[in-house]
């Protein structure tokens, strides 16, 4: 065997381990939202399982988040809320929207689940109220249960399918991710499952049919060798803490002021089924939010980029201008409001520019003599119709914009603006979970699901989709693993 | 083991093979122009080598190309001509140009390595001619040696470094990759490296220390293993004709015109490495042509988007001008000229609407209403002055556009509109072309060079780049191999 420094993550052949000190049907390998799912999946399948957790508990990163999942295709939230979907209008925003050329059997495969996965996270003990809260975007800062969280109901989306709100926050008075992995971590606690915390898996141990039959991990200080006998899960998030492979991967990613993550988010998972072939897809993908709002009326203003040209509808979900001005756009942006609209925005961001005119105003961002006038005159002249044909936001956002004005820098270099970000890209995994070789065949034995893949959202993204993609193929892969 | 399927790229063991029925020391594999200098370095360095081509001949997608080479810092065909280069005006370009974020230590080298390499290829049978060719872009149609191909004098890059042409072509009548092999080809069979085509390599063969110890190819039908003493030099293209690639890594390649390439550009290289746990960087890059020159006349029309706004100064590299539509543009432009600049590019495009005013064109195009007319409006008023401040195009192609107009379809959805592309996307080598583990550790006895590793163009490009990294750092893993 080639010298293995303590940081290597090829696979251990298990004639080389002298025994297994835990073993189990299936081992599941991080305890955020996917894992959490996967421990169940495998429990209702028949499986006896150990999840093995890097930090002091449960939760991973899924518990810092809002705890958005999006659902959809007629949930009991959005019919006791008025709204009609159907799965057919998810599936087709969702290929819309979270591309380009997003998995078309995960979609599929997600929407058609959709109804019944809500039922299923209820019955494990995720509740949510039967209350739509109108302000899109962020999770409803209060108990409602249902919001915008994609565009939706913006351009081009609109046209694109019957719009509904599909993003279902668990009913918790706050940021609902911390209280979502609290329910799960309860549920997996009823059952078998045995829970290890602080273990950090290592490498994956395979037979000599190169089937992955159990895991090396540290547990204070010395080697953990944990046996699977039917399948190892991998759940352990994504790798936007990890700056070698976000330089590799998707560069711009490092440009952005907030990395959402835990520090195990380092893409260990992912490499240590690479060391086995595993195939990766868009690992250039990344979600990139720039809160523009709330306050919503924020969305009245227009967003120019470093021309001064307008390049996207102000009232899309701000996770697509984030992604537009990062990777489309130079990471250049900022958004002119009028007298009326200034207010700091929820994220804290102010005007860094004010003037009487609109000459002095573009002179003062350094933009290009006259380019902000001509931009400005072209949509004023339209608003004062209520219309903007060229990127359709609706008309209860548009009117001329008048008087001094000024203008928000939401440039990827100015620090006070927030750049949040996460990694995309990840194991190529059937819709069952199980994680594919370069040549195409399944390996054998291993599984994944969450952020450690590349799931539903492709590229493009909505909130609540790596809770929704999370939950539902984690409990699938569990399922898978424990039925092989 | 477990069942290998004849398409498995999966590696071998060597405990498997009854021998060798070839052996050297370093095995080639690949016979572009890296392939070729990978043969001619390891030679150099004192080795026995075996070089294997899949098809019936060397050539590979080089011979294909119009044998541009990227070369500077102080050539004597650059000197001869006129030209003032120094090696650090050709990094800051590089740095620049060839980005966002490429590999700063091949940058590095490439640039320190230029004149050296110039002479290297002139030594092993290169031709090129001192004499300047002054419409950029394209190869020169004629045997002049030396051409502007990235832009290098137009915004922004003339800012941000003293400009000089660096694209070598070798001297011949025509395009010129064909000769640039043929020259390569004869030079190689100078040596005592034995070549071996219509041979197909499938496999790598490790042995216990997971070192590259051979390959397993397929000739007429049956399995060749060919063993290396000391290095395995993969240098077989990309993986621009391997579709599920492509929809994995690059999904808007898929959608132009012509993906640059021959049959043998499936990736398998870069997946029979990563079969072994190699490390991949960029997957998502590629270069993408929109040749909307020559005639050069043309860029004094203005480009503009699907919203009728212009996004890129029209005179830089139309290798830039691609990449910008197809990946941040959304695969949507057009070419706005008067009378006087109509005519067909020479790669066969004409106006596809014409019209006597703004209004009017911008109606046949389906832009939105009065945004091509803003955009004409604010261009003509600076024009009028012979200056563009928004793009900074080159005053001698500024000038209002006046009187009818016509606009060119350069949408990506144009089946007449050539879309060049070939993926840039690969494995992760060191600057002596040993292939990267995703431990970071190098994979000992494998080496890579030219389209199927991650190169000098991490995603930006400029015409002459490939065929300068294959020649360049092919020459150096053949003595890397070779020295191992």
Redesign the interface.
């Known amino acids: 065997?080639?010298d293995r420094d303590e940081?290597?993550?090829?696979p251990v052949s298990v004639a080389d381990i002298a025994g297994w000190d835990l073993e189990a049907d299936v081992v599941v390998v991080g305890l955020g939202a996917a894992g959490a799912c996967a421990v169940l999946g495998a429990v209702e399948a028949g499986a006896e399982v150990v999840a093995l957790e890097a930090a002091g508990a449960g939760g991973g990163t899924s518990a810092m988040s809002g705890g958005l999942i999006y659902l959809g295709g007629g949930t009991p939230v959005q019919e006791a809320c008025g709204f009609s979907d159907s799965v057919e209008d998810m599936f087709q925003f969702l290929m819309a929207a979270s591309?380009?050329?997003p998995d078309r059997a995960k979609v599929r495969a997600y929407c058609d689940g959709s109804v019944d996965h809500y039922g299923w996270l209820v019955e494990v003990g995720v509740p949510f109220k039967a209350a739509f809260y109108p302000e899109p975007g962020l999770e409803p800062p209060n108990e409602d249960g249902l919001v915008y969280s994609g565009g939706e109901d913006a351009y081009p989306f609109d046209r694109l399918a019957r719009p509904a709100p599909r993003a279902h926050k668990p009913q918790h008075r706050h940021a609902a991710g911390r209280f979502l992995m609290d329910r799960l971590l309860a549920a997996v606690a009823t059952t078998t499952a045995r829970v290890e915390t602080d273990v950090r898996v290592m490498r994956l141990v395979v037979d000599?049919?190169?089937?992955v039959v159990g895991v090396v991990a540290r547990q204070a200080g010395r080697d953990l060798h944990v046996g699977a006998r039917r399948g190892v899960v991998l759940c352990a998030g994504g790798f936007v803490h990890n700056d070698?492979m976000v330089?590799?991967?998707s560069?711009?990613v490092a440009r952005c002021s907030l990395r959402l993550g835990n520090d195990f988010d380092d893409g260990r998972a992912i490499?240590m089924a690479?060391?086995?072939?595993a195939?990766?897809?868009?690992?250039?993908a990344a979600e990139v939010a720039v809160p523009i709002t709330p306050p919503r009326k924020l969305v009245t203003g227009i967003l120019v980029n470093g021309?001064?040209?307008?390049?996207i509808n102000e009232d899309t979900y701000y996770g697509r201008v984030g992604q537009e001005i990062l990777?489309?756009?130079g990471g250049e942006a900022y958004l002119i409001v009028d007298e009326a609209l200034y207010e700091v925005t929820r994220a804290g961001l102010g005007a860094s520019w004010v003037a009487e005119t609109v000459d002095e105003l573009g002179a003062e961002i350094g933009l290009?003599?006259?380019?902000l006038r001509?931009?400005l005159?072209?949509y004023n002249?339209?608003a004062a119709d209520g219309v903007d044909?060229?990127?359709h936001k609706a008309e209860s956002f548009v009117r001329p914009l008048e008087g001094p004005l000024g203008a928000y820098d939401l440039r990827v270099t100015n620090p006070a603006c927030f750049y949040a970000t996460f990694t995309l890209g990840g194991l190529?995994t059937s819709t069952d979970g199980a994680v594919g070789?370069?040549?195409?065949r399944p390996i054998?034995g291993l599984y994944a699901a969450g952020r450690t893949t590349s799931g539903v959202a492709a590229f493009g993204y909505a909130s609540g989709i790596s809770l929704g993609d999370a939950t539902f193929f984690g409990r699938r892969a569990g399922r898978a693993a424990a039925s092989s």
């Not at 000599?208 to 089937?211: C, F, I, N, P, Y």
């Open positions: 065997m080639p940081d290597s993550t090829e591309g380009p050329d000599t049919d190169d089937r070698e330089q590799r991967h560069p711009l490499r690479q060391a086995l072939g195939a990766v897809a868009r690992m250039d021309q001064g040209q307008r390049f990777f489309r756009q290009s003599a006259g380019a001509s931009t005159e072209l002249r339209h044909p060229m990127f190529v070789h370069v040549d195409g054998s």
